[in-house]
Structures are given as structure tokens and as C-alpha cells.
């Protein structure tokens, strides 16, 4: 009995810490000051999508909560309203199972017209992500790709000001 106990303590231990999805060692590109490589993402429609120069803010969530926050507020908002001021919106679904995504998520995604760029591998999103804010909504501020602005929202409020 001891020994099925300390085995399944190992296998426990070995799946949520051996098989974490999360790269270890990637630093975060997302700082004041710096200049960001264009980067494609395809969108849920899998149609790709690169940043450009014209980019004026990228609106990303790491988290189901905050992914459910920004939808909700740009439902609200015409089909165009992303392209007319010139924001993307970037989803990471990175940490989902493929099957989840592909039974469930995509289908919901495909509701929304706007374009939700979408992050699928976990060294992607760490390129990114704050991860003491990754419950957060970050709105990141460029001019001609360079990083003006860092912001972290938790609320609709504070994140449609940021707009």
C-alpha cells in the first residue's frame, strides 16, 4: 500500500511540475523602449495576420477571464473597429489542448467577425507574457513598433480608457 502511495505521489509530481507547458528561460520582448519585429499569428479563422508599423496598440490576454473581457467590450463595437484605430487583439490559447481547441474554442472564436490573432505554442507566449500579470489584460502602446506604453487591466473600466 505504501509503495502505490509513493508512486502515485511520483507520477502526480512528475505531471505538474515535469510536464509543465511553459518554456523556462524566455525573457519578455514587451518593454518600454523597445522596437518589436513584425510577427504574423493566424486569426481564428486561420487566415494570418503580421504586425506592421501601423499598429497602434496590441490588446493581449494570457487568461479565459481577461480573453472573456476584451470579446465582451469589442463585441459591443462595429466589425471594423480594430482595423479603424489600428489595434490587434491577441489571444494565447497556447496552454489549451489542441482537441479542446479544435472542438470547442474555434468554433465559439468564429462567432466573433473582428480578428482574434492567436497564439498556439507556449515558447510564442512567452515571448510576451508578464507572468505576474498574466490574469491581466496588457495593452501595449507602439509608434512604428516601438514600445511607448505598458498598461495591465483587470477591468473593463480601466481597459476601455486605455482605448
Not at 489542441?98 to 507566449?125: G, R, V
Amino acid at each position: 500500500m505504501k509503495k502505490l502511495v509513493l508512486l502515485v505521489a511520483v507520477v502526480a509530481a512528475f505531471v505538474l511540475v515535469g510536464c509543465s507547458s511553459k518554456p523556462t528561460g524566455a525573457e519578455s520582448v514587451i518593454k518600454v523602449g523597445n522596437t518589436l519585429k513584425p510577427f504574423t499569428l493566424n486569426d481564428q479563422f486561420e487566415k494570418p495576420h503580421t504586425l506592421t508599423s501601423d499598429t497602434k496598440k496590441i490588446i493581449f490576454v494570457f487568461a479565459k477571464k481577461s480573453g472573456h473581457t476584451v470579446r465582451e467590450y469589442f463585441n459591443t463595437k462595429p466589425a471594423d473597429y480594430l482595423k479603424k484605430h489600428h489595434y490587434v487583439f491577441v489571444a494565447d490559447v497556447s496552454g489549451m489542448p489542441s482537441i479542446i481547441y479544435t472542438m470547442f474554442a474555434k468554433s465559439d472564436l468564429q462567432e466573433h467577425k473582428y480578428p482574434i490573432w492567436l497564439i498556439f505554442d507556449a515558447k510564442d507566449s512567452a515571448k510576451f507574457v508578464d507572468e505576474k500579470n498574466r490574469d491581466k489584460i496588457m495593452v501595449v502602446s507602439l509608434d512604428n513598433l516601438k514600445i511607448k506604453k505598458v498598461e495591465f487591466f483587470s477591468d473593463v473600466e480601466g481597459f476601455k480608457k486605455a482605448l
